[in-house]
């Protein structure tokens, strides 16, 4: 797993939407995973303002988003169909037919998460998954405990990853749904390249025990110890837990020139 260490998560930002714009340009037809919740927000702005100032096209590119709460219609204003569109898709010209998030309202569960697995493999599979962290090391919704080898399902969240997330509900945990449907862990393991980000001192245990704990399933992000090309950016705060990060800063400020991150 690369740490990248920047001091704001502004900069982690900027280096994360130049990241997918490279990818972009360089794939143009590529398959995006993406996530929502705070830590994306940045880079989705950033990703729209290089589509309207620089021209990034994502006319041809495919997306598919990590999860949706049960329940919710797409014209909540939490759903995460609604959250997409707000922060994302309407800034930008992915076509609506390549537009894929779970959808909470399916009412035979089990065969929408079949239908979701099998788009993704019909579309050739994610090129590059972005994900944040749970304060938990959840990834997707797949909370602590959840098998690492799981496709699309139906998940009970944490009374924990409930309260973090009461926010968006107007702080009133009563409105958080209960379930969601997720890729599972070994369905984000299957994707060809990943790109976590976390910002916040809230993250810093979970980060920490992701990149340098055990692999266990009581933090999921600590699978992608088995991935084979996965970036990590981390602000100064997620950080203060890693016990090599001097050395993640080294590698960093090293890489050779072919190697650098640049738009
Ligand atoms: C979102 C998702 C979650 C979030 C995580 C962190 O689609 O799958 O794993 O990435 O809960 O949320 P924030 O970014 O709000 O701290």
């Known amino acids: 797993m690369e740490i990248i260490i920047q001091p704001t998560p502004e900069a982690g930002s900027i280096i994360a939407a130049q990241i997918i714009a490279k990818f972009v340009r360089t794939k143009p037809d590529c398959v995006l995973g993406l996530a929502t919740g705070s830590t994306p927000l940045a880079t989705y702005r950033e990703l729209a303002r290089m589509h ?29 169909h609604a959250f997409m569109d707000e922060h994302f898709f309407r800034h930008v010209n992915v076509p609506r ?53 799981s496709r699309t399902r139906i998940k009970t969240l944490t009374q924990r990853t409930r309260a973090d997330n009461a926010r968006f509900f107007g702080g009133d945990l009563a409105q958080v749904p209960f379930h969601c449907i997720t890729m599972g862990v070994g369905t984000i393991m299957a994707s060809r390249e990943v790109l976590m980000l976390a910002f916040g001192k809230n993250k810093a245990t979970a980060v920490a025990a992701a990149a340098e704990g055990p692999i266990t399933a009581m933090n999921p992000a600590s699978a992608l110890q088995m991935h084979p090309v996965v970036k990590c950016i981390v602000d100064e705060p997620a950080a203060e837990k890693l016990t090599r990060r001097e ?17």
């Open 52 to 80: 309207r100032e620089e021209g990034l096209d994502f006319s041809k590119v495919t997306t598919f988003n990590l999860d949706e709460y049960v329940g919710l219609p797409p014209e909540h204003s939490q759903s995460y």
């Open 97 to 149: 037919a390549h537009i894929h998030i779970p959808d909470g309202m399916a009412c035979d569960v089990p065969a929408e998460c079949a239908r979701y697995e099998a788009a993704i493999i019909a579309a050739g599979g994610i090129d590059l998954q972005l994900l944040g962290i749970g304060t938990d090391g959840h990834i997707g919704f797949n909370e602590p405990s959840s098998s690492l080898a």
């Open 247 to 263: 050395y993640y800063r080294w590698v960093y400020q090293n890489k050779p020139i072919w190697q650098q991150i640049s738009g």
